[in-house]
């Protein structure tokens, strides 16, 4: 009897020492799935960049400008202020540096692909950084609009990696044809895309 109250006794340990085990490999592989699920949630979610525009040239605009990041696209949005009424030009710079009071620390176009300057999508080639112009309404307001699969952002790959790089407003128009810069005048706004 003794013997069989031993083994017993020695069976319910065995019992309370494995379901411990299992439960142990149960709450390892619960937190195993939801780690890779808010993995899979963080990709999923688009990144966004918020950066904002700072007077240059003696001007009055500033304005803020958002890149969002979704399914393999980039998508810009600006909102600006203290324009003149007209059109205008706005490009990716080579920097996100904004010291120089007339905004040319930002460097010329961002081109990482050394192509000639022109209008977005032109076979003749373009700047990755050619966004092109816009209009700014009667009271100097403007919301620009541009999307593309050729930006990314904070990729490993240097030809689409906006991230480092500057936002330049310019108070003329883009030619699209002058060489490098397209001609469009004074440097009036600026912001460094940073994350």
Known sequence: MKIFKMEVALLALLAVFSCKEVKKEASEATDEVENSMEEMKAEMEPTTVDVMLEPKSDSNVKGEVTFTED???????????????????????????CSAADGSSAGGHW???????????????????DIGNFTADAEGNATVEFSTDEWCIGCDDENKNILGKGVIVHQGVDDYTSQP???AGARVSCAGIIE
């Not at 692909?113 to 209008?119: F, I, L, Y």
């Open 111 to 129: 081109n990482p692909t050394n192509e000639p300057h022109g209008k977005w999508g032109a076979a003749e080639g373009y700047h990755k950084g």
């Open 71 to 97: 399914d393999d696209e980039v998508k810009m949005v600006a909102k600006l202020s203290g324009l003149s009424e007209g059109e205008h030009a706005i490009h990716i710079h080579q920097t996100a540096d």
């Open 181 to 183: 810069s397209g001609a």
